[in-house]
């Protein structure tokens, strides 16, 4: 192996240690990296747009993907993005945030863990003057002049389109169909949103029961246990109604594991459509994906720079999608991005 050629004493060793640790908690307390100059942006007088963006972290393919597409796309725009991974914790993203206005970013950008206890950090935002945008999920604050506009997915409309599939693939049944549900991350938007308007759409057929729903968290890990669970306390399981793909992909394997054939013993519905639930579901063990598209880096990055320059956006901005059979989605299979 090379030698470095550099001699280190314990108490040289210990100032570069103090250093880094410095520099680290100055960085924010998730995982932070920072593309392009890191000295640039408002507060280091150059020009280029310099975006401070909070993640929730890395919990599914979605989220990859997602973090890909805000990466790439600040790359395309030639703008400075400093990432925080918050690693599924809001106070990490609370102190990303503090870390950012210290920092004296020009656009905050974050997607919310949760919904509620965000008004104390971003009234702090809006008194530095540091607009904030909202990517992928909502908060719960009253007043809207918190943020500027939120970018993302409607996750009502999502349950909702996942519900009328069910009404329809069970509309010759004559008894209880039974369905467990597999939650997101308790206190998350698309938790609470795919819940309610799946709730509302299956309430059309009353022979369609949720006899147990609970969280998953969004993972694949949290998904099988889950449905081990489910599976042991309900002897007669007819549907899963899984949140997101990676929790589906964990339950397929308790599925199997119980001696079950997904996709025909258990009816499975999920939402997101990524490639490994879109691989899935041509493979027959889905049966119907409601898409959440995870690609708003290039929306993002348009509108962190109309906010910038004081230019009027809209206060919603919503994702086009879709939904997918079996059929369907052996065709958009090949073409899939992500
Ligand atoms: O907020 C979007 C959701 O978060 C995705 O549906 C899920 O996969 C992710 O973890």
Same mark, same amino acid.
């Given at each position: 192996?090379?030698? *470095?050629?550099?001699?280190?004493?314990?108490?040289?060793?210990?100032?570069?240690?103090?250093?880094?640790?410095?520099?680290?908690?100055?960085?924010?307390?998730?995982?932070?990296?920072?593309?392009?100059?890191?000295? %640039?942006?408002?507060?280091?007088?150059?020009? $280029?747009?310099?975006?401070?963006?909070?993640?929730?972290?890395?919990?599914?393919?979605?989220?990859?993907?997602?973090?890909? %597409?805000?990466?790439?796309?600040?790359?395309?725009?030639?703008?400075?993005?400093?990432?925080?991974?918050?690693?599924?914790?809001?106070?990490?993203?609370?102190? #990303?945030?503090?870390?950012?206005?210290?920092?004296?970013?020009?656009?905050?950008?974050?997607?919310?863990?949760?919904?509620?206890?965000?008004? *104390?950090?971003?009234?702090?935002?809006?008194?530095?003057?540091?607009?904030?945008?909202?990517?992928?999920?909502?908060?719960?604050?009253?007043?809207?002049?918190?943020? $500027?506009?939120?970018?993302?997915?409607?996750?009502?409309?999502?349950?909702?389109?996942?519900?009328?599939?069910?009404?329809?693939?069970?509309?010759?049944?004559?008894?209880?169909?039974?369905?467990?549900?597999?939650?997101?991350?308790?206190?998350?938007?698309?938790?609470?949103?795919?819940?309610?308007?799946?709730?509302?759409?299956?309430?059309?057929?009353?022979?369609?029961?949720?006899?147990?729903?609970?969280?998953?968290?969004?993972?694949?890990?949290?998904?099988?246990?889950?449905?081990?669970?489910?599976?042991?306390?309900?002897?007669?399981?007819?549907?899963?109604?899984?949140?997101?793909?990676?929790?589906?992909?964990?339950?397929?394997? #308790?599925?199997?594991?119980?001696?079950?054939?997904?996709?025909?013993?258990?009816?499975?519905? *999920?939402?997101?459509?990524?490639?490994?639930?879109?691989?899935?579901?041509?493979?027959?063990?889905?049966?119907?994906?409601?898409?959440?598209?995870?690609?708003?880096?290039?929306?993002?990055?348009?509108?962190? $720079?109309?906010?910038?320059?004081?230019?009027?956006?809209?206060?919603?901005?919503? *994702?086009?999608?879709?939904?997918?059979?079996?059929?369907?989605?052996?065709?958009?299979?090949?073409?899939?991005?992500?």
């Amino acid at each position: 192996m090379a030698k *470095t050629g550099i001699t280190l004493t314990r108490r040289g060793l210990g100032a570069m240690l103090a250093v880094g640790l410095l520099a680290g908690g100055l960085a924010g307390c998730g995982n932070s990296d920072t593309g392009g100059d890191s000295d %640039s942006g408002s507060s280091g007088g150059n020009s $280029k747009l310099v975006i401070g963006f909070s993640q929730v972290g890395a919990e599914s393919g979605w989220r990859t993907a997602n973090t890909n %597409s805000i990466k790439e796309a600040a790359t395309t725009a030639g703008y400075e993005l400093k990432f925080d991974d918050a690693q599924g914790k809001q106070e990490n993203q609370i102190k #990303a945030i503090r870390n950012f206005i210290q920092q004296k970013v020009d656009v905050i950008a974050f997607s919310p863990v949760v919904e509620s206890g965000w008004d *104390t950090v971003l009234k702090e935002a809006k008194d530095a003057k540091i607009p904030v945008i909202l990517t992928d999920r909502a908060v719960d604050s009253a007043d809207k002049s918190l943020y $500027k506009t939120f970018i993302g997915s409607d996750f009502v409309k999502e349950g909702k389109l996942a519900g009328e599939w069910l009404v329809k693939e069970k509309s010759a049944a004559t008894g209880p169909v039974n369905i467990v549900e597999l939650q997101g991350t308790t206190g998350a938007a698309p938790a609470n949103d795919r819940k309610k308007g799946f709730a509302e759409a299956i309430a059309a057929n009353p022979n369609l029961k949720v006899v147990a729903s609970q969280s998953g968290d969004f993972t694949r890990a949290g998904g099988k246990q889950v449905m081990e669970q489910f599976l042991r306390a309900n002897p007669k399981i007819d549907v899963l109604f899984a949140h997101n793909d990676d929790m589906g992909l964990g339950a397929l394997e #308790a599925i199997t594991a119980a001696g079950k054939t997904p996709g025909k013993d258990i009816t499975i519905i *999920t939402v997101d459509a990524v490639k490994d639930g879109m691989q899935a579901l041509a493979d027959g063990k889905f049966n119907f994906i409601a898409e959440c598209s995870p690609l708003l880096g290039p929306q993002l990055m348009d509108l962190a $720079k109309k906010v910038k320059a004081g230019e009027e956006v809209p206060a919603r901005v919503e *994702t086009e999608e879709t939904t997918f059979t079996q059929e369907q989605a052996k065709t958009a299979l090949p073409n899939r991005k992500y």
